[in-house]
């Protein structure tokens, strides 16, 4: 598909639900392993004891560990359909924005919704996208993280 009539395309889909995700469920394992890796090991992710007397009444996940399973939860949400499918390759070129609304509790499940919401060129052979990736918290009244990530398909 030329360059052009793929940016048509893509364009022609800005702020459409592209995807959906599976729930994944946020144990305290995986709350602890992100700990681990950062470094961050503050008690309202890691001691359930204290955190029981908190506000939450539990741990919560870290808002940068909500994040981080965008890439997981997201991983679908690009149809795999002309034109993008057509790309040679896909690079995640980083965040225009990132918000915690609402805490995802111990053992809260998550999943993500996806949509695009800009599209442009870079140069002859490259499409930015602009994907507004929102995770949901089961039961809760707002999402646990909105994000706009900014993708390049490389054509």
Known sequence: MPFQA???RIRSRLGEELHVSDWLSVEQARIDAFADA???HQWIHVDPERAAASPFGTTIAHGFLTLALIPHLARDSLPQEPPFDDAKMRINY???KARFPHPVPCGARVRSRTAIVE???VGDSVIQLVRRVTVEVEDAPKPGCVADQVVRLVY
């Open 6 to 8: 793929a940016l048509e």
């Open 94 to 96: 980083g965040l225009n």
């Open 38 to 40: 950062t470094l961050d």
């Open 119 to 121: 599209a442009a060129p």
